[in-house]
């Protein structure tokens, strides 16, 4: 069976990282679940240890395969995400990046799972439902098919994909799967360090992925994602300065690769 690992970075999500969690552990192809607190500073170490029931007094715990990661300080999702997939690496044939707000709908790994029958696939990713959880609306998200010219206009490829370690491995920069100068950490008014806005992280993966691999859509929806208000890639989080710097360090990177 193939071996799919669930990782979920959470940074002060105490409200939805529990439904997350449930979710995966739902899924009709059974899963393993890595949750790592990125330096949280409300309850969610008390709701993952809940959801998971697994002791989470100390900062690795390990439950019938699912792991739970504290992690302090905060060091912001790129990098926490790749502590989280280090710890499991030799473990997983594939991640699920799962954000601690949003939900994976049960039959999410298994369809995603059957994409990969298809030669060179490495990505797969699936419309989704967007939940406004201050309006209490909810609408269809409906992604573009992929392709390459596309995916350099835009960055098409939702961030709850399914990625193949085995194609991962060829992409990985100094050891790690995201770039950790993308959404790092920043200080709140208190001195305090938190996640910052970003969309970037995912998209610098995809470039990297799709220039040795294929991206494949499935036209259906399997996820939900929710906006919250406190989503850390919100617009009024993302200023200019960031959203040029992550650019033009992404084009840097992907010029360098092509050299």
Same mark, same amino acid.
């Given at each position: 069976m193939d071996n799919v690992y669930v990782i979920i970075a959470n940074h002060n999500y105490s409200k939805y990282v529990g439904k997350a969690i449930k979710s995966a552990l739902n899924q009709l192809h059974p899963v393993k679940v890595c949750v790592i607190d990125d330096g949280s500073t409300d309850n969610s170490v008390e709701v993952i240890g809940t959801s998971l029931k697994v002791d989470t007094s100390k900062e690795i !715990? @390990?439950?019938n395969g699912h792991f739970f990661i504290k992690q302090s300080p905060c060091v912001? =999702?790129?990098? =926490?995400? !790749? +502590?989280?997939m280090k710890h499991v690496w030799d473990k997983a044939d594939y991640f699920l990046i799962l954000d601690a707000d949003d939900e994976a709908y049960p039959n999410k790994v298994q369809r995603m799972l059957e =994409?990969?029958?298809n030669p060179g696939v490495a990505v797969v990713y699936a419309d989704y439902h967007i939940?406004?959880?201050v309006t209490g609306v909810t609408v269809p998200e409906f992604k573009k098919p992929f392709s390459a010219p596309l995916l350099e206009r835009e960055c098409v490829v939702h961030s709850q994909s399914l990625i193949s370690k085995k194609a991962l491995e060829e992409v990985l920069e100094n050891g790690r799967v995201y770039d950790p100068e993308l959404h790092k950490p920043r200080a709140d008014a208190e001195g305090n360090a938190q996640h910052s806005g970003s969309v970037s992280e995912d998209y610098d993966l995809w470039l990297?992925? =799709?220039e040795r691999f294929m +991206?494949?859509? +499935?036209? @259906?929806?399997l996820s939900l994602v929710r906006v919250t208000g406190e989503n850390q890639s919100k617009a009024e989080n993302i200023t200019p300065e960031i959203y040029q710097s992550a650019r033009t360090h992404m084009l840097n990177k992907a010029r360098r690769r092509n050299e």
């Open positions: !715990n @390990e439950r912001g =999702a790129s990098e =926490a995400r !790749n +502590i989280a =994409a990969f029958k939940e406004n959880t990297r992925m =799709a +991206i494949w859509h +499935i036209p @259906e929806f």
